[in-house]
């Protein structure tokens, strides 16, 4: 394990603010393999680093596209393990990490060692996993020795909303998961109470001087429109996917359900 950490403020610049009518193609975050011919056409794309071999990656990178490779820094998918705690969750069937485990930071500092000679960047998933006062000081140590071993890459966190105003100057961005719309309980759109709280989320990642980007969820052609006239509202650039993240361009209207009315006709209404 690596010693003392240098000030993480030494890493970065700090990022531009978002002003004006958010790009739609500012993001994609797309979980499968290939794709390459419709990720280039996005200014920063989140892949999974196993899906990618170097020469792809390069190829997107010459087209000035800004690679970030997904990491979970409190959930794990390994069956076995001295540092899995507790059940595994019941969507994605991971276990949360103990995030103090000597193994665990070990693990997490050869992924990022092994990535950040390939790939411009992190997105640190799973923070939220830390949830009582001794994991939330651990995790606040992993992401800061994260930045450490990462370097100059750019560091996008999704959500963390706990952690990141202890992290001044250690992330660039923020990625909010379920902006407008969601599929926990099925795929819908967010009510008022729920769209106020991510909107107090987005002025919070905003006094922190972070990058804020959008990630919403849909299949119908209704909700997609919502997420992204909402996001434009905000002046956040989303992605609109499936749970699965498997679309590369994300949700278009082809590809979406139109709306079902009361009475169980078709809505003709596209985005």
């Given at each position: 394990m690596t010693g003392h950490l240098r000030h993480?403020?030494?890493?970065?610049?700090?990022?531009?603010?978002?002003?004006?009518?958010?790009?739609?193609?500012?993001l994609s975050v797309y979980y499968g393999p290939n794709a390459l011919n419709v990720l280039c056409r996005y200014r920063r794309v989140i892949v999974q680093p196993g899906h990618y071999r170097v020469d792809a990656v390069r190829w997107l990178q010459a087209r000035g596209v800004q690679?970030?490779?997904?990491?979970?820094?409190?959930?794990?998918?390994?069956?076995?393990?001295?540092?899995l705690r507790g059940a595994p969750d019941p969507h994605?069937?991971?276990?949360?990490?103990?995030?103090?485990?000597?193994?665990?930071?070990?693990?997490?500092?050869?992924?990022?060692?092994?990535?950040r000679a390939v790939f411009d960047g992190f997105l640190l998933d799973t923070l939220d996993s830390a949830s009582d006062p001794v994991q939330v000081r651990a995790m606040l140590k992993l992401v800061r020795q994260v930045r450490q071993w990462a370097g100059p890459c750019y560091l996008m966190a999704n959500r963390g909303f706990g952690l990141l105003p202890r992290l001044g100057g250690?992330?660039?961005?923020?990625?909010?998961?379920?902006?407008?719309?969601?599929?926990a309980d099925g795929y819908r759109m967010?009510?008022?109470?729920?769209?106020?709280?991510t909107a107090a989320l987005v002025a919070q990642a905003r006094r922190l001087h972070l990058e804020v980007y959008g990630l919403d969820y849909a299949v119908t052609t209704r909700a997609r429109r919502f997420a992204l006239r909402r996001a434009e509202a905000l002046g956040v650039p989303t992605f609109v996917s499936n749970r699965e993240l498997t679309l590369p361009g994300?949700?278009?209207?082809?590809?979406?359900?139109?709306?079902?009315?009361?009475?169980?006709?078709?809505?003709?209404t596209s985005a």
């Open positions: 993480p403020l030494t890493y970065l610049q700090p990022p531009a603010r978002p002003t004006g009518t958010p790009d739609r193609r500012a690679v970030l490779a997904y990491l979970s820094l409190g959930m794990d998918s390994s069956p076995h393990g001295d540092w994605w069937h991971l276990r949360p990490v103990d995030a103090r485990h000597p193994e665990w930071r070990a693990r997490i500092e050869a992924q990022v060692l092994a990535h250690t992330i660039n961005g923020v990625l909010i998961e379920a902006l407008s719309t969601t599929w967010y009510e008022r109470h729920e769209l106020e709280y994300g949700l278009l209207p082809r590809l979406a359900a139109p709306e079902r009315h009361a009475h169980g006709s078709l809505s003709s």
